[in-house]
């Protein structure tokens, strides 16, 4: 195994017909299949870069920007943005094309941490990461404040740390009733 590797190297797309069976009540896919399909593209790319079986670890936010019509083809591509000593942020980008159309749009991007594992299923080293590219560079801080602002929000809200009166008085314009 080397001791760095590019995100060139682990770089995965997958492109797919939205069908009528990945349609929800509304007729548009369904996002839980679309969220689905950014997973394995996520474990591939991880897998691809730590020649390890990958985990899902967390999922950041994934924000559904545009609806994706059963017609359409979907375009995922995977890289990794961030390696840790165990641990990698593989960040996913979602496009779909109307086929008839040419017209393409960006419907939601997010960041996967995946966790490799060695034969017995503990956590297993990876790679590094070489980054050759100012981009590269950006995602890579990105995914670092991402990591410190996810523990000191897991801290801040921990309930054995939890202060009521530093929180209760920003709930006043809220859509909420306290009933204490």
Same mark, same amino acid.
């Given at each position: 195994?080397?001791?760095?590797?590019?995100?060139?190297?682990?770089?995965?797309?997958?492109?797919?017909?939205?069908?009528?069976?990945?349609?929800?009540?509304?007729?548009?896919?369904?996002?839980?299949?679309?969220?689905?399909?950014?997973?394995?593209?996520?474990?591939?790319?991880?897998?691809?870069?730590?020649?390890?079986?990958?985990?899902?670890?967390?999922?950041?936010?994934?924000?559904?920007?545009?609806?994706?019509?059963?017609?359409?083809?979907?375009?995922?591509?995977?890289?990794?943005?961030?390696?840790?000593?165990?641990?990698?942020?593989? *960040?996913? $980008?979602?496009? /779909?094309?109307? +086929?008839?159309?040419?017209?393409?749009?960006?419907?939601? @991007? !997010?960041? &996967?941490?995946?966790?490799?594992?060695?034969?017995?299923?503990?956590?297993?080293?990876?790679?590094?990461?070489?980054?050759?590219?100012?981009? *590269?560079? $950006?995602?890579? /801080?990105?995914? +670092?404040?991402?990591?410190?602002?996810?523990?000191?929000? @897991? !801290?801040? &809200?921990?309930?054995?740390?939890?202060?009521?009166?530093?929180?209760?008085?920003?709930?006043?314009?809220?859509?909420?009733?306290?009933?204490?």
């Amino acid at each position: 195994m080397k001791n760095y590797k590019s995100s060139k190297e682990s770089r995965v797309s997958i492109t797919e017909l939205m069908l009528p069976a990945h349609s929800n009540f509304s007729g548009k896919v369904h996002g839980g299949h679309i969220l689905n399909l950014m997973d394995q593209i996520a474990f591939a790319c991880a897998s691809k870069h730590s020649q390890h079986y990958c985990v899902t670890a967390s999922v950041n936010k994934v924000d559904f920007l545009n609806p994706i019509e059963v017609g359409e083809l979907v375009t995922l591509k995977a890289s990794v943005n961030y390696t840790g000593r165990t641990s990698m942020v593989v *960040g996913v $980008r979602v496009e /779909s094309e109307n +086929i008839t159309t040419g017209v393409k749009k960006h419907c939601n @991007s !997010s960041y &996967f941490t995946m966790v490799a594992k060695g034969p017995n299923g503990e956590n297993a080293p990876i790679p590094g990461l070489v980054i050759d590219t100012e981009q *590269g560079i $950006r995602r890579f /801080s990105r995914s +670092i404040k991402r990591k410190e602002q996810s523990i000191k929000r @897991s !801290s801040n &809200f921990k309930a054995s740390k939890f202060k009521i009166e530093e929180h209760i008085e920003e709930l006043n314009n809220e859509n909420v009733k306290i009933d204490l």
